[in-house]
């Protein structure tokens, strides 16, 4: 059973273009995160959701929006996509003191 | 000074090697350490916990010195199989919930 799901996978799209990447949990965790990974590797936490609610906000451009519509769920938007939004989006899942799992990846290519 | 520093390696070592990896944190306050093992194209995934009194799993064994505010990681007779990036990350506590990650270290297991 897939803990933390992610889609899509892949997504190749056009600068100026607006897309959303989705986020499940099945765990029944309380706090969802996104995570962005770049070119170097370096995984840096962007958003995080406790119960629905936004409690991290990592000085992300205003062109992110995170949106919780339950607790199982963590949605993506980004518009006006930039060359520079190319980066795998990790998505994640923690229950208080517990272990964080990440969801597989959305490896997002901006042309 | 980052957060979470790791040295990003790469470390080349034959098998059967015993190897070691460190990484220090700047925020005294933290209260919980992991790491975390990421393959190629893939997602993070937990290798351990880091406990005070340290711990072993197998032919892995993790410490943590809050004096000096790092933890390490050893892997004794190496697999080519345990060639990855290995990434530490510390927790804050508090309401967050939030794990900081650091940049990781690239181990590569060589026949």
């Known amino acids: 059973d897939t803990a933390v799901s992610q889609t899509p996978k892949y997504l190749v799209t056009q600068m100026g273009n607006d897309k959303s990447i989705k986020c499940e949990q099945n765990?029944?965790?309380?706090?969802m995160y996104w995570y962005k990974q770049d070119s170097k590797k370096f995984l840096k936490i962007m958003f995080s959701?406790?119960?629905?609610?936004?409690?991290i906000n990592e000085t992300v451009p205003n062109r992110f929006s995170p949106k919780s519509p339950d607790k199982a769920h963590l949605n993506l938007h980004i518009n006006s996509l930039e060359l520079g939004d190319s980066a795998v989006y990790f998505c994640?899942?923690?229950?208080?003191?517990?272990?964080?799992?990440f969801g597989p990846g959305t490896r997002l290519l901006v042309l | 000074r980052k957060e979470v520093e790791q040295d990003p390696g790469p470390f080349n070592v034959p098998e059967g090697a015993t190897v070691a990896f460190n990484c220090t944190y700047s925020n005294s306050a933290s209260q919980s350490f992991f790491w975390y093992r990421q393959d190629c194209r893939k997602e993070p995934k937990l290798l351990m916990s880091v406990y005070s009194s340290g711990n072993e799993d197998g032919r892995f064994t993790a410490q943590l010195n809050r004096a000096s505010q790092y933890i390490s990681l050893l892997i004794r007779d190496s697999k080519l199989s345990d060639s990855a990036t290995y990434l530490c990350a510390v927790d804050l506590g508090g309401a967050t919930n939030k794990l900081i990650f650091g940049t990781g270290t690239l181990l590569a297991v060589q026949p």
């Open positions: 959701y406790n119960n629905k609610e936004l409690i």
């Open positions: 994640a899942s923690r229950g208080l003191g517990e272990t964080q799992y």
């Open positions: 765990l029944g965790h309380d706090t």
